[in-house]
């Protein structure tokens, strides 16, 4: 947190004292300007599109880590004052090499959660590098891949793309964008996933979990921003990174967890109580809460009705999604929303655990489990639909 912002913290004059002050510089979807405790990854980053600042392409690469590891943290940051060096609206770094030809280069990061298919994806690159807005109706893959490549010769500029997310169900496998991308000679891609895929010769760049005393940092420098002064206390946020066990994401989403519990319960503080109550809604493995939100809108409204249910509604596939179609909220009938049921737990969103003892004959009941934090998903999707 920077001087501006802790002036800022303390000139608030609320007529009661806020617990919470900003939800989002605890959500763990919510990436910051300056990424903390990835000094000497990013360094390594750094030396990979190093060749830009010489008015060369960068070469191909491939980032990879466990979930919460700070990958998409710390190259949507870099990748964004890349971008942001010169302020021009084509984001580019105008770089001299040695025998005095300008060459440009732009750098583009796009996540494959919200560019789920080839055209978005060409769209999303397309639509940064050019001026004017890129239709998303009415052209076709092939026309947006002509209009890149005309874009990048007009210019004779160099282009990284950075594509974040990548093996993910829903998303694009590393080796289908280096298939996309590998023909357009000036265009790099800097692919960021879990495991790193065998079959691509490329350097990879790992991050490994954070080590306690960095998550610890992590922590901290969001409760700082977003909670009250001694809201939570140094040995509960060792407490939170210590069960985080190297997983930022999984240690945020419990002190999201932690703070709302303390705030719904009316606690000027956080006490002992609200943080295990927190660490026990965090599931364990967790699927990450930007796969969930990046979900269709439609999907995230099933998911916010199936949180609602109790244990009996969730106890099968079928009394669930009788009970969200009843309910009228999600405008779905019930045959679709059972069949979105079954496609977010073959995704590994949700999860059927089978009944031990069933009779009869057919597939047996499974009751729903669900593989994310809800608390947290709660708070961020309905803060959406109040903005709305």
């Not at 109580?273 to 796969?291: H, I, K, N, T, Y």
């Not at 655990?353 to 999707?381: D, K, M, N, Q, Y």
Request: glycine share 8%; net charge negative.
């Amino acid at each position: 947190m920077n001087l501006r912002e802790r002036i800022a913290r303390r000139q608030r004059t609320d007529n009661a004292p806020r617990l919470v002050h900003d939800y989002d510089a605890l959500s763990p979807v919510v990436h910051l300007e300056e990424p903390i405790g990835r000094g000497p990854t990013l360094e390594r980053l750094l030396d990979h599109v190093e060749p830009a600042f010489e008015g060369l392409l960068p070469p191909n690469g491939y980032v990879y880590g466990p979930k919460g590891s700070g990958k998409s943290a710390t190259v949507s940051a870099l990748f964004s004052h890349l971008a942001g060096m010169t302020g021009a609206s084509r984001s580019a770094i105008y770089t001299t090499t040695r025998g005095g030809a300008s060459r440009p280069t732009a750098f583009i990061y796009v996540d494959a959660r919200a560019a789920r298919s080839d055209f978005a994806l060409h769209h999303a690159v397309l639509d940064s590098l050019s001026e004017e807005s890129v239709p998303e109706q009415g052209l076709g893959t092939a026309q947006l891949r002509e209009r890149l490549e005309d874009e990048l010769h007009a210019y004779d500029r160099s282009v990284m793309v950075a594509v974040d997310h990548v093996g993910e169900p829903e998303t694009h496998e590393a080796t289908e964008v280096v298939e996309l991308f590998s023909p357009l000679s000036s265009l790099s891609w800097l692919c960021i996933g879990r495991e790193r895929p065998d079959d691509l010769d490329v350097h990879g760049l790992e991050f490994s979990a954070y080590r306690h005393h960095a998550l610890v940092d992590v922590l901290t420098g969001r409760v700082s921003s977003g909670l009250a002064r001694h809201a939570l206390t140094h040995e509960q946020v060792r407490e939170l990174a210590e069960w985080g066990d190297g997983d930022a994401h999984d240690a945020l989403a419990a002190t999201f967890s932690a703070a709302d519990v303390a705030r719904e319960a009316g606690h000027e503080s956080i006490l002992p109580s609200d943080v295990d109550r927190a660490m026990e809604s965090v599931p364990r493995p967790s699927v990450s809460l930007g796969r969930v939100l990046a979900l269709p809108e439609n999907r995230k409204r099933v998911i916010r009705a199936l949180i609602a249910l109790d244990a009996n509604q969730r106890d099968s596939v079928g009394s669930a999604a009788d009970a969200i179609a009843s309910d009228g909220g999600v405008d779905l009938s019930t045959a679709t929303v059972k069949r979105v049921l079954y496609e977010l737990s073959e995704t590994g969103i949700t999860r059927r655990v089978t009944h031990a003892e069933t009779e009869g004959i057919g597939r047996p009941p499974s009751r729903l489990e669900l593989r994310f934090p809800t608390r947290v998903f709660e708070r961020l999707f309905d803060g959406e639909r109040r903005r709305d």
